[in-house]
């Protein structure tokens, strides 16, 4: 018979060679960057039905605090964009025809077009990738890594850092069962400066087969009161839209 003692200690050994087995386990069991992409492509409906569709056109209402507004937004592929901004039948317009950022903004007492500065084009021009930086983002010179978990609102997701051609950094945090982004943290760097930002999506629906976040509330990472909340009532896929409408009309 074994003294107990020997016992004891090959328990001890085996306790110690599994728990170390079972670490090793769980880290290889980490997705990779590339693999989170795929499967957050596949979540939304994949890549052949979110590249099916190739415009746009979002209507909602903005939300902050006590001030309202109804936003709108049309896209076409690969990067048109143009925003409007409505409070009592006026309208402020902010567009990328590709090449080009312009805006009308009556708020300012401003009512012709006029070209925009370079942090508010910034903003626009990745806005404007129709299909995000996650998809070809290798054609695009962005890159990935996995940047390991962390916790949102109590929930444990996966991070996704990606890095775009310009240098600026966008963080997915995408749910571990979905693997929808619920959260996007945004580093822009202008000048010299760093402006975060945060976007926390959700209300996830199918338009033409492919999820799209019915809610966003997004504003500076540092200041959450000065954040606001957009609630999209209708997303319509493959609209007619002309391409004059995103050009600034001189």
Known sequence: MRPLASIIISIACYASAAGAFVKLST??????????????TEAKGGLAKIKAITSIRMTGR??????????????KAPNLLRETFTIQNMTQIQAY???V????????????????????VRDLVEQADF?????DYRQKG???????????????????????????????????DTYLEIRIETQ?????????????VG??????????????ETGPKRNPSARAKITYEKIEANVDINDAAFRMKR
């Open 101 to 120: 950022g312009w805006q009308i903004s009556p708020f300012q007492g401003r009512k012709d077009p006029e070209l925009l500065g370079e942090d508010d």
């Open 188 to 200: 822009q760097f202008i000048r010299g400066s760093v402006r975060e930002r945060v976007s926390d």
């Open 27 to 40: 880290a290889s069991a980490e997705p990779t960057a590339e693999e989170l992409a795929a499967r957050n």
């Open 142 to 176: 962005h890159t990935i890594e996995y940047a390991g978990r962390i916790v949102v609102d109590g929930d444990d997701v996966y991070r996704l850092k990606v890095t775009l051609k310009n240098g600026d950094i966008y963080f997915y945090d995408l749910d571990p």
């Open 97 to 99: 025809d590709g090449s």
């Open 203 to 216: 209300s996830y629906k199918l338009v033409n087969g492919v999820y799209y976040p019915f809610s966003v």
């Open 131 to 135: 299909y995000g930086p996650l998809i």
């Open 62 to 75: 903005l939300q902050q605090g006590d001030f309202s507004a109804t936003v709108g937004q049309e896209a």
